[in-house]
């Protein structure tokens, strides 16, 4: 037996998924935010119905997300806040963490998780105050 063939191959580590995952998330972020963009939500009635809503009369945290996302994508960002504040500060505090998270793969650190289940539980209870709040007579303003 010869050296070279005593030496086992060197194993490669497989291609990470990451940059096709992210490409594609990419990809129907910037789809679904065209389609916003190009059709009023208030005037086109393909949008997806809120369920709870259509149920019971109240308003969900997520009612009138997508009339803030639109108003959002137009520049009319006192409209965005009226229609689903808790929307437009969510989404500013997801871009935020994008860009550090982003910016730690860049140069190779350490990230952790995206979001931590602590903040998730965090996020959940807010919504929930939220949603307790916009359907009472006294804080109408966070109604759509």
């Not at 539980?121 to 804080?139: D, E, M, S």
């Amino acid at each position: 037996m010869t050296p070279a063939q005593s030496i086992p191959p060197k194993i490669s580590r497989q291609p990470s998924l990451g940059f096709f995952a992210a490409a594609i998330f990419g990809t129907a972020i910037l789809g679904t935010g065209a389609m916003i963009f190009f059709f009023n939500p208030s005037t086109h009635k393909f949008y997806p119905i809120c369920l709870f809503h259509a149920v019971t009369g109240l308003n969900c945290p997520g009612c009138g997300a997508t009339r803030s996302f639109y108003a959002l994508l137009h520049g009319h960002f006192q409209l965005a806040l009226k229609d689903n504040a808790l929307f437009v500060f969510t989404l500013a505090a997801a871009a935020i963490r994008g860009a550090w998270f982003a910016q730690r793969k860049i140069l190779r650190k350490p990230t952790g998780q995206f979001i931590s289940p602590k903040m998730l539980w965090l996020l959940l209870i807010i919504g929930g105050i939220f949603a307790a709040l916009r359907n009472l007579p006294a804080f109408a303003f966070l109604s759509p």
